[in-house]
């Protein structure tokens, strides 16, 4: 049964009459609007229309600074890293821009069976990750979710030397509260899903057949998992569906839903832009495509509109959109990505992938590159093992203060990279960094940071606080 849907009341009319109205790009509206969000309090809905009608260059350019500054007092420079997981591409939706749905009959199909999970795994935990964001297509074997769940035991008991996934963060199809309170048991840390398009009539074009075809049951997953206990969870749109203004306001009011039904917005947001896939003529040509422009506009935004969320950047994005957008309130990143089930032990095969990628560089290359453009790539997991998730996280997040916690355990992590997994190029760099980032600290913050980085230098592993 799949029971009482739960979703929350998205109002349409309201976002329609906010976009309705003429844009007027006044200067000192928007410099009062900037100055509010310095108090990393957020931003009300009605605040959001005048940022997204600026044009002029040197106020956009006034956006992108404020949204930088709030990013760094809240987040710092650390850039959380994270690698997808695709264990099956089985589907039984019909979505028009998705290269999984079910009548898509050139897609090769596979589902892993546990041995060839952990195959999976072993090579990511190869590369260093710690973080998997478990994936599958909307329908699964005759298991059903238990093979999810095997699935998800099956990564936590990979090993690979001394190595071993730290966090399994899961992205599957909406599930009963009952089935959410199994999910909760299997030690997630978030649960994430996008509603693709907030506007009912093009989500109705675009998902033609299926479960997912019911908009409502989708629009209320989160409420049914924050009921059964998993209080992290990560909301998105596709941005290329329907207009990107439409969609920002929209993950605002589900947000807020969130926050004032259960005291605890989402834990991240995600802003994918559709990519060509396979068989796809609507994701070859969006019906609403984004523009670069526009990306960094709704990034920056939403750094602002949120500022205590997560905002996730995937591999969709070639690597100079992603550098851009790590500057504009972007603090976590996948690397080294495949969105084909087997496709990290094999990487010859082809087919079979949700999407195309923008950005094909191994995790080695991306920590490279993040260290020598100032940011500390980040595997740290502490908060879901120290129990700092939820309302406990948001509490820490929305005055600035994770930064305490995150600032030490990013750079324990980085050294552990560095030592187990770094090639010559990237230790070179990863070192540099490393000592400017211990000497930027003072005090108790210094010391807590430089004991927990000698201590993985002389051995350790996991050290976090």
Same mark, same amino acid.
């Given at each position: 049964?799949?029971?009482?849907?739960e979703?929350?009341?998205?109002?349409?009319?309201?976002?329609?009459?906010?976009l309705?109205?003429?844009?007027?790009e006044?200067a000192?509206?928007?410099?009062?609007?900037?100055?509010?969000a310095?108090?990393?309090?957020?931003?009300?809905?009605?605040?959001?229309?005048?940022?997204?009608?600026?044009?002029?260059?040197d106020?956009?350019?006034?956006?992108f600074?404020?949204?930088?500054?709030?990013k760094?007092?809240i987040?710092?420079?650390?850039?959380?890293?994270?690698?997808?997981?695709?264990v099956?591409?089985?589907?039984g939706?019909?979505?028009?821009?998705?290269?999984?749905?079910?009548?898509?009959?050139?897609?090769p199909?596979?589902?892993?069976?546990?041995?060839e999970?952990?195959?999976?795994?072993?090579?990511?935990?190869a590369q260093?990750?710690?973080?998997?964001?478990?994936?599958?297509?909307?329908?699964y074997?005759?298991e059903?979710?238990?093979?999810?769940?095997s699935a998800i035991?099956?990564v936590?008991?990979?090993r690979?030397g001394?190595d071993?996934?730290?966090?399994?963060n899961?992205?599957?199809?909406p599930?009963?509260?009952?089935d959410?309170?199994?999910?909760?048991?299997?030690?997630?840390?978030t649960?994430?899903?996008?509603?693709?398009?907030?506007?009912?009539?093009?989500y109705?074009r675009?998902?033609?057949? $299926? @479960?997912?075809?019911?908009?409502d049951? %989708?629009?209320?997953?989160?409420d049914? =998992?924050?009921?059964? +206990? *998993?209080?992290?969870?990560?909301?998105?749109?596709?941005?290329?569906?329907?207009?990107?203004?439409?969609e920002?306001?929209?993950?605002?009011?589900?947000?807020?839903?969130?926050?004032?039904r259960?005291?605890?917005?989402?834990?991240?947001?995600s802003?994918?832009?559709?990519?060509?896939?396979?068989?796809?003529?609507?994701?070859?040509?969006?019906?609403?495509?984004?523009t670069?422009?526009?990306?960094?506009?709704?990034?920056?935004?939403l750094?602002l509109?949120v500022?205590y969320? $997560? @905002?996730i950047?995937?591999?969709?994005? %070639?690597?100079?959109?992603?550098?851009? =957008?790590?500057?504009l +309130? *972007?603090?976590?990143?996948?690397?080294?990505?495949?969105?084909?089930?087997?496709?990290?032990?094999?990487?010859?095969?082809?087919?079979?992938?949700q999407f195309?990628?923008?950005?094909?560089?191994?995790?080695?290359?991306?920590?490279?590159?993040?260290?020598?453009?100032?940011?500390?790539?980040?595997?740290?997991?502490?908060?879901?093992?120290m129990?700092r998730?939820?309302?406990?996280?948001?509490?820490?997040?929305k005055?600035?203060d994770?930064?305490?916690?995150?600032?030490?355990?990013? @750079?324990?992590?980085?050294?552990e990279?560095?030592?187990?997994?770094?090639?010559? =190029?990237?230790?070179?760099?990863?070192?540099?960094?490393?000592?400017?980032s211990l000497?930027?600290?003072?005090?108790?913050?210094r010391?807590?940071?430089?004991?927990?980085?000698?201590?993985?230098?002389?051995?350790?592993?996991d050290?976090?606080?």
């Amino acid at each position: 049964m799949r029971g009482q849907s739960e979703a929350f009341p998205l109002d349409e009319a309201s976002i329609r009459l906010a976009l309705e109205a003429p844009p007027i790009e006044d200067a000192a509206r928007i410099r009062e609007l900037l100055a509010k969000a310095r108090a990393m309090k957020g931003l009300d809905d009605l605040d959001l229309p005048p940022l997204m009608a600026i044009q002029d260059p040197d106020l956009l350019q006034e956006l992108f600074a404020t949204a930088r500054w709030v990013k760094d007092q809240i987040y710092g420079n650390r850039i959380v890293m994270f690698a997808p997981l695709y264990v099956s591409n089985l589907c039984g939706n019909e979505c028009l821009y998705c290269a999984f749905r079910a009548s898509n009959r050139e897609l090769p199909r596979r589902v892993l069976d546990q041995a060839e999970i952990a195959a999976e795994v072993g090579h990511l935990l190869a590369q260093g990750h710690k973080r998997l964001v478990l994936v599958a297509g909307e329908a699964y074997p005759k298991e059903g979710l238990d093979y999810i769940l095997s699935a998800i035991r099956t990564v936590y008991d990979t090993r690979h030397g001394a190595d071993n996934i730290r966090r399994v963060n899961v992205n599957i199809a909406p599930l009963t509260v009952e089935d959410f309170r199994r999910l909760k048991k299997a030690e997630i840390g978030t649960y994430q899903l996008f509603q693709e398009t907030y506007h009912r009539e093009t989500y109705g074009r675009m998902h033609v057949r $299926g @479960l997912k075809a019911d908009y409502d049951w %989708r629009l209320g997953c989160m409420d049914r =998992a924050m009921l059964a +206990g *998993i209080d992290d969870v990560g909301i998105g749109a596709l941005f290329g569906l329907y207009d990107w203004r439409f969609e920002l306001l929209a993950l605002m009011q589900h947000a807020r839903h969130l926050e004032a039904r259960f005291g605890c917005g989402p834990h991240t947001i995600s802003v994918p832009r559709i990519e060509p896939a396979e068989g796809s003529t609507t994701s070859e040509a969006p019906p609403h495509a984004v523009t670069d422009e526009a990306f960094r506009k709704l990034i920056a935004i939403l750094r602002l509109a949120v500022p205590y969320t $997560g @905002l996730i950047l995937s591999t969709r994005e %070639r690597p100079e959109v992603r550098r851009e =957008a790590l500057r504009l +309130g *972007i603090s976590q990143i996948s690397a080294g990505s495949r969105t084909n089930p087997g496709g990290y032990e094999d990487d010859s095969l082809e087919g079979g992938a949700q999407f195309s990628l923008g950005d094909h560089r191994e995790l080695d290359e991306v920590v490279r590159d993040l260290a020598q453009t100032g940011f500390i790539p980040s595997f740290c997991t502490s908060c879901y093992r120290m129990g700092r998730t939820g309302a406990d996280f948001m509490d820490l997040a929305k005055p600035g203060d994770i930064k305490a916690h995150c600032h030490p355990n990013a @750079l324990a992590t980085l050294q552990e990279y560095m030592d187990d997994h770094a090639s010559p =190029a990237t230790l070179s760099a990863a070192k540099q960094l490393l000592v400017e980032s211990l000497s930027d600290l003072e005090g108790h913050a210094r010391a807590l940071a430089e004991g927990m980085v000698a201590r993985v230098k002389n051995g350790e592993r996991d050290v976090f606080c």
